[in-house]
């Protein structure tokens, strides 16, 4: 085999209150990577599609090259590749952008190399690329990306990543304002310290999601998607952040929060059926303050990263 071809799926990360430690897959968007092997050792990124030449070719920041190195490094590797990247994701969007593209090049050098390491376990070379893209080393996108689903990391040292159920009907809807948000400036605004009162209110809700999520309790899921740490500093960057959230719930929406680190908007809903009136709802706020906004609505992904085309 000289080369292989991967995707992988868009994600919303935190989930509300899960900062840093939930996040989702989705089926609507991802990233197609191809790695080729080459004869002389090293990475090279050859092409990368649809990010109007906006993103690094050096292998030292492009997350699909940092991460494959990452992986080399532990194999004590020094095979030579050829990457090819089609981005199919916004840039900034909070939709895990970064992350798809260091998954599905991960997943596709593993396969090339005859799959030295089991799915789970390329996570830290994924988490490798994040630390360099956004500056914090954080597994909510990676994670659901490559392992598809609801994922929670319940701990980072060591790295403790459990897949949880998805309720069958759940779906997301999100919405997409026409501006960029870097995940870097998005961690800037939050406080390093949270008060008592407020780590109780979102535990509950942690724990008040995952049984929703196990026991396919959907007035439990939408009653736990409330975030007291990250939503509050961060909605003001973002317009119509309450007057999208009301609106969307009116529409029949569970709940809406932050998707990753914004600006896009996640909802969940029980069904497909509500997701063009919350798009609608949605649509009505951005007219009325002059800014677009994309919508997509997609169910879960429960597969993850997957090999497109192997020759
Ligand atoms: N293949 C890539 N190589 C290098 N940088 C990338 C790549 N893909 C995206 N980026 C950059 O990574 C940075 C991190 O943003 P990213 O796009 O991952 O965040 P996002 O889509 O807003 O998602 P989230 O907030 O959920 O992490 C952005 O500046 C983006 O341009
Ligand atoms: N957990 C991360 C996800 C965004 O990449 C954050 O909220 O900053």
């Keep these: 085999m000289k080369s292989v071809k991967a ?15 939930l996040g989702f897959a989705i089926d609507a968007m991802g990233d197609e990577v191809e790695v080729r092997l080459k004869d002389e050792p090293g990475l090279v990124v ?8 906006r993103l690094p070719y050096e292998v030292e920041k492009n997350t699909c090259a940092v991460a494959i190195q990452a992986m080399l490094d532990e194999m004590d ?7 090819y ?17 260091a998954v599905a090049a991960l997943v596709a050098a593993n396969r090339l190399l005859g799959e030295p390491f089991e799915k789970k376990n390329l996570l830290p070379f994924a988490m490798a690329a994040e630390k360099v893209a956004c500056g914090a080393g954080h597994a909510d996108n990676v994670a659901p990306s490559l392992l598809g689903g609801f994922v929670l990391i319940r701990d980072y040292h060591p790295l403790d990543v ?10 997301c809807t999100l919405l997409h304002p026409h501006f960029e948000l870097k995940t870097s400036d998005s961690r800037s605004v939050l406080r390093d310290n949270v008060s008592l009162k407020h780590s109780t209110i ?20 939408g009653r736990s998607l409330r975030d007291v740490i990250a939503e509050p500093y961060r909605a003001t960057l973002i317009p119509g952040f309450y007057e999208t959230k009301e609106a969307v719930k009116g529409a029949g929406a569970l709940g809406m929060g932050i998707s990753g680190s914004g600006p896009t908007m996640f909802t969940l809903s029980k069904g497909e059926e509500k997701s063009q009136a919350i798009i609608n709802a949605a649509q009505q706020v951005y007219d009325s303050i002059g800014l677009g906004v994309d919508s997509y609505h997609s169910a879960i992904n429960t597969r993850g990263a997957y090999i497109l085309e192997e020759k």
């Design 7 to 21: 995707f992988a799926p868009a994600t919303v990360a935190n989930v509300s209150c899960g900062f840093d430690i």
């Design 46 to 53: 050859v092409s990368i599609e649809g990010d109007e030449g």
């Design 77 to 83: 590797s020094q095979v030579g590749m050829e990457i």
């Design 85 to 101: 990247l089609k981005k199919g994701l916004p840039l900034g969007s909070g939709m895990g952008s970064s992350a798809a593209s």
């Design 162 to 171: 459990i897949k949880l159920h998805v309720p069958h009907g759940l779906h």
């Design 202 to 221: 979102q535990s509950g809700n942690v724990a008040g999601l995952v049984t929703g999520l196990f026991q396919e309790d959907f007035e439990l899921i």
